[in-house]
Structures are given as C-alpha cells and as structure tokens.
C-alpha cells in the first residue's frame, strides 16, 4: 500500500524558512516523480512543485520560484520542500502526492494527508 | 497559465440522481486533463485521468468526457459517499492548475 507521510510544517514568521518533508513507502520510491500540491484554509488547490523520478528534473509554480527549491534522497525515500522567504500568502495545508511516472506527468495517483504551514507575525 | 473554470460551483442533489460538472479550459489541452474527489479534512483522490481514463477502485458510476477545452464529469447515480468537492486539473504543461471545484451537497 502506497503510504505518504507529510512532516515539517509549523507557525513561522513571514521572512522566514522552513522545511517539509514527505517519507514514501508502499512502491519503488526512485521510480516515480513526485509532487506538491497546496490548498489555503478553505480554498482550492495549488500546484507547487515537481521532481523527476531521477531528481534532475524540477518545475516550480511562478510564485514560489527562487523562494522554494524541491529535492530528494532516493536511499531515505523522502521528498523535501525547502521554502524561504515565506509570505503570508503561503499559509496552507502542504501535500505530497506521488506522480504516475519517473517523469513529470502531472497526474496525481496517491496523496498523503498534508501538513499544515502558517505563516504569521 | 491555462486556466480552467468549472460549473456549477455548488450543485444540490439527492442520493439517486445523474449529475455532470463541467470544466472549460481558456486553450486547448487535448485530453490532459484529470478529476480529483476530496472530502472535508481529508486528502484530494484522483478519479479520472487523461479525461476519461477511470482509476483503479473508482466505481464505475463515475465517468469522464470531453477534449480540447470543454470536460464533463458525470455520476451516473449519486450515493451518499459522493457528497464532496470534486476538482478538475490540466495537465498540458508544466504548470499544472486545478479547477475553483464543484462542491456537490445534499439536497
């Protein structure tokens, strides 16, 4: 069984960084790219983010480009989301969802249950 | 970006019923296009894939159409465990956008 655990989100100020992170099990990690998605409270769903199965591929939504920096480590099978320079506007639950090939498709198969960033003063 | 619009935002309904939710998109997309479920508190599960590709476990009440710039979602007989917000996403390029969502509730 696919299993994604989101960990890392917290209260932080706006300035500030933080990192997320998304241990996978349940599939051949390495194999497959991988995903953000964000949803503000009480809102809808924002891409954010994606790697290639191999890590050498990135791709970031213009918001957070130069701000967020996505990377992996295929032998702990964990996702990383570096965010600096956060902004209010970056306040949401984070998800990490698993993507349907090694490279970027853009579908969705499996999603963890999210973690929560807050960014206030 | 592409953008994609979704109608009706809030569709009222009762166990039993055919509904369609609609999804355009502001250009052309092919068939990248995806249909996501979420239920208060819980996480987003794809439905549907490269618009009509139904997933793995999805009962088959629910259905997808659809290309270029106009989609439809369709559940064939609403059952009580489809009362949610359901989304739908392209896939085109790389910048990935979802829907606003179509929040279907109890009548």
């Known amino acids: 069984e696919v299993q994604l655990l989101e960990s890392g989100g917290d209260l932080v100020q706006p300035g500030g960084s933080l990192r997320l992170s998304c241990a996978a099990s349940?599939?051949?990690?390495?194999?497959?790219?991988m995903t953000w998605v964000r949803q503000a409270p009480g809102k809808g769903l924002q891409w954010v983010s994606a790697?290639?199965?191999?890590?050498?591929?990135?791709y970031y939504t213009d918001s957070v480009k130069g701000r967020f920096t996505l990377s992996r480590d295929n032998s702990k099978n964990t996702l990383y989301l570096q965010m600096n320079s956060l902004r209010a506007e970056d306040t949401a639950i984070y998800f990490c969802?698993?993507?349907?090939?090694?490279?970027?498709?853009?579908?969705?198969?499996?999603w963890g249950q999210g973690t929560l960033v807050t960014v206030s003063s | 970006d592409i953008q994609l619009t979704q109608s009706p935002s809030f569709l009222s309904a009762s166990v039993g019923d055919s509904v369609t939710i609609t999804c355009r998109a502001s250009?052309?997309?092919?068939?990248?296009l995806a249909w996501y479920q979420q239920k208060p508190g819980k996480a987003p599960k794809l439905l549907i894939s490269?618009?009509?590709a139904l997933q793995s476990g999805v009962p088959s009440r629910f259905s997808g159409s659809g290309s270029g710039t106009e989609f439809t979602l369709t559940i064939s007989s609403l059952q009580p465990e489809d009362f949610a917000t359901y989304y739908c996403?392209?896939?085109?390029?790389?910048?990935?956008?979802f829907g606003p969502g179509t929040k279907v509730d109890t009548k």
């Open positions: 996403q392209q896939f085109n390029t790389y910048s990935f956008t």
């Open positions: 250009q052309g997309i092919s068939s990248y």
């Open positions: 790697i290639s199965a191999s890590g050498g591929r990135a």
């Open positions: 490269a618009a009509s």
């Open positions: 349940g599939f051949p990690f390495s194999s497959y790219a």
């Open positions: 969802a698993k993507d349907s090939m090694n490279t970027v498709t853009g579908s969705f198969q499996q």
